[in-house]
């Protein structure tokens, strides 16, 4: 991803990439002279990045999946002090399927039981995917009690495929995103670096960026 960010970036004549840093390379030179931060390296890395994207007062589009408690809280810590944008897929296509599901999930109600099935990259290491996670949270926002199946399958070289199954009496309703290309994740992580120079500090996501809210 984040080759795919910096060759994206290099045909956009208003971007220009400041640094490329790679694993068990120093952070804080690059942070400090950039106007806002991408990370698509590893949840372990992410509470030193946000530390240091926190110290030098540098906005943080955060695109790293799998966080756990001390990850979260890191990240949280970082959005008291600069706009941080997180988010589990950049892409426009997903975080309009994630307004779809729940405005689905809000319409359809109890007698509609909703299943999530991804399919991923055999290299893709966390499963369920952070964007299922997304989706079974906007779920359960419209109905805490529901309980929501969600399948993974890695296979082959699959980019990215969601798909959320509403099932009721005699019939059934399917959203599907099918991403072909890893640039749709990068261009929507370069817009949520353009978009969030200048804002307050906070917690932001793509929801926000594309004014899903």
Known sequence: MG????????????LTINS???????IEEGIKSCDVAIDFSAADAVPN??????????PLVIGT??????Q????????????????????????????LTGKATELLGKDFSPEIVEIHHVMKKDAPSGTAKTLAEIIKSADAAVEIPVRS?????VVGVHTVTFSGPGEQLELTHRAESRETFAGGALAAAKW?????PG????QDVLGLR
């Open 72 to 99: 979260k809280k890191s990240i949280q810590s970082a959005a008291a002090v600069i706009p941080v944008v997180l988010a589990s897929n950049f892409s426009i296509g997903v975080n309009v399927l994630f307004w």
């Open 196 to 200: 969030v120079i200048g804002k307050p």
């Open 153 to 157: 399958i890695r296979e082959g070289d």
């Open 20 to 26: 490329e840093i790679d694993v068990g390379e120093s």
């Open 203 to 206: 917690l932001y996501s793509m």
């Open 65 to 70: 999946t799998g966080h756990n408690a001390d």
């Open 3 to 14: 080759r795919t960010i910096a060759n994206l970036a290099d045909r956009d004549p208003n």
């Open 49 to 58: 990045i946000c530390n240091v994207a926190r110290t030098a007062k540098r």
